[in-house]
Nanobody, 123 residues
């Protein structure tokens, strides 16, 4: 069973940066790379997708984070046992405050959710 372990969140001032990491622990050697995404959920709001990366490395971003966030991936050369998906977040704004999660980009094929990592942007 695939496990997702998010880390890297914290408290940062507006205009600051954070780099989130998502360790995707596979179910064995030869684990298949899937399209992955970072999501976030702010208090009282629905979870939203903020960035995705396809198995080929194509990236997409929500309009609210374009030009500020960057998604990437490493340790994805076969045979894959596990790999890491990153979210570099620059020029952070208070409205970026949320719990950030990673998961598959395809909603109908989500893995079990990890614990998420809290990002708080405040002065």
């Amino acid at each position: 069973q695939v496990q997702l372990v998010e880390s890297g969140g914290g408290l940062v001032q507006p205009g600051g940066s954070l780099r989130l990491s998502c360790l995707v622990v596979g179910s064995g050697i030869g684990f298949t790379i899937r399209a992955m995404a970072w999501y976030r959920q702010a208090p009282g709001k629905q979870r939203e997708l903020v960035a995705s990366i396809s198995s080929q490395g194509t990236t997409n971003y929500a309009d609210s984070v374009k030009g500020r966030f960057s998604i990437s991936r490493d340790n994805d050369k076969p045979p894959v046992v596990n790999y890491t998906v990153y979210l570099q977040m620059d020029t952070l704004k208070p409205e970026d405050t949320a719990v950030y999660y990673c998961n598959r980009a395809l909603e109908t094929s989500w893995y079990a959710w990890g614990q998420g990592t809290q990002v708080t942007v405040s002065s």
